[in-house]
Structures are given as C-alpha cells and as structure tokens.
C-alpha cells in the first residue's frame, strides 16, 4: 500500500477498512474452499464448506485490522522501515 509523506496509508481509514473486508473475504473464501475440498472430497461440499467459510471470515476479519497494524507499529520499532 502506498504511504503519504506522514507514513501514513494513502487512503485513509476508508480504504483500510475496505482492503481489510477484502483481504478477509477472498482469503477466508479461497482457504475454507481448499481445506473443505481436501478433507470431504465433493460429497457434501456445499454445506461444510458454507459454515467453514462462516467461521473462517468471522476469524480473518478482525485478524486482517488488527495484525497490519500490529505489524506497521513493530516495523517502526525495529526501524525496519528506515
């Protein structure tokens, strides 16, 4: 994601939240779809996979706000990003 000269994501904190639904989703989505399609085959896949995918992106979702900024906050600690 590009940065403004403060450091700061360009976008602000309406399209951190939209990256955020985003990532959660097709993350979430793409995840449960390969887990649920190695572990139960085609037999009953839509059913397992739809609650999968339920849990899965009530996981990812607040993971994906929380860790970024975990992450930023670690890296201007360490001085990784200088």
């Given at each position: 994601?590009?940065?403004?000269?403060?450091?700061k994501?360009?976008?602000?904190r309406?399209?951190?939240i939209?990256?955020?639904l985003?990532?959660?989703?097709?993350?979430?989505?793409g995840?449960?779809?390969?887990?649920?399609?190695?572990?139960v085959?085609a037999?009953?896949?839509?059913?397992?996979?739809?609650?999968?995918?339920m849990l899965?992106?009530a996981?990812?979702?607040?993971?994906?706000?929380?860790?970024?900024r975990?992450?930023?906050?670690?890296?201007?600690?360490?001085?990784?990003?200088?």
């Open positions: 994601m590009e940065q403004e000269g403060n450091g994501p360009r976008g602000g309406k399209m951190f939209f990256m955020s985003g990532m959660a989703f097709f993350m979430s989505l995840m449960s779809s390969v887990m649920t399609a190695v572990n085959g037999s009953a896949f839509p059913e397992i996979w739809l609650k999968s995918w899965g992106f996981v990812a979702l607040p993971l994906s706000i929380v860790v970024p975990f992450l930023r906050w670690t890296a201007s600690k360490t001085r990784i990003d200088k």
